[in-house]
T-cell receptor
Framework: DAMVIQNPRYQVTQFGKPVTLSCSQT?????MYWYQQKSSQAPKLLFH???????NEADTPDNFQSRRPNTSFCFLDIRSPGLGDAAMYLC????????????FGPGTRLTVT | DAKTTQPNSMESNEEEPVHLPCNHS???????IHWYRQLPSQGPEYVIH???SNVNNRMASLAIAEDRKSSTLILHRATLRDAAVYYC??????????FGQGTRLTINP
């Protein structure tokens, strides 16, 4: 089945130690998104790639970066994780401009110790 | 982004219909009304969307008020698997989803 895959599902990192989360998709969608969802909160968009164009949300901290080496893969890099970055990180895809639906992966739960 | 207002929580019984309301009084003419839901420990999933007319799909129905300032997601026969947080989102496409707090739906057996 075509899908959005996130690895790992659970990630533990140390305070200040860089960490990378990965997302891959078999849907051949041209847009990929990263959302952050903290405990008991709604998902919040961090940034997205529309093809190769990177679009950062205004309030996304500089500590968060992303790479998209090809259509299928997208990475979320957290340069110096703080305790406040512990959250579920959700990857999603869509096909624009005509698509109306985003497809989400299962998420990676990040713990910072 | 236009905002939506939803009840924090709702409760219903299994096999009964559920009507989840959403107010969006500042909706613009080009805003689509999207509904997503998030089951426990999963990513959100698309449920349904509409612009002006009522919409039906295999998961649910969407009833849109004539003035478009409110809408209702209808689950015709709730099951325990429908227990989730339901988000009503206004968007002009799939490009950006701004999630509000949503409605936490509890289904009683």
């Amino acid at each position: 089945d075509a899908m959005v895959i996130q690895n790992p599902r659970y990630q533990v990192t140390q305070f200040g130690k860089p960490v990378t989360l990965s997302c891959s998709q078999t849907l051949n969608h041209n847009v990929m998104y990263w959302y952050q969802q903290k405990s008991s909160q709604a998902p919040k968009l961090l940034f997205h790639y529309y093809d190769k164009d990177f679009n950062n949300e205004a309030d996304t901290p500089d500590n968060f970066q992303s790479r998209r080496p090809n259509t299928s893969f997208c990475f979320l890099d957290i340069r110096s994780p703080g305790l406040g970055d512990a959250a579920m990180y959700l990857c999603a895809t869509s096909r624009l401009p005509r698509g109306y639906e985003q497809y989400f992966g299962p998420g990676t739960r990040l713990t910072v110790t | 982004d236009a905002k939506t207002t939803q009840p924090n929580s709702m409760e219903s019984n299994e096999e009964e219909p559920v009507h989840l309301p959403c107010n969006h009084s500042t909706i613009s003419g080009t805003d689509y009304i999207h509904w997503y839901r998030q089951l426990p420990s999963q990513g959100p999933e698309y449920v349904i969307h509409g612009l002006t007319s009522n919409v039906n799909n295999r998961m649910a129905s969407l009833a849109i008020a004539e003035d478009r300032k409110s809408s209702t997601l209808i689950l015709h026969r709730a099951t325990l698997r429908d227990a989730a947080v339901y988000y009503c989102i206004l968007t002009q496409g799939a490009q950006k989803l701004v999630f509000g707090q949503g409605t936490r739906l509890t289904i009683n057996p």
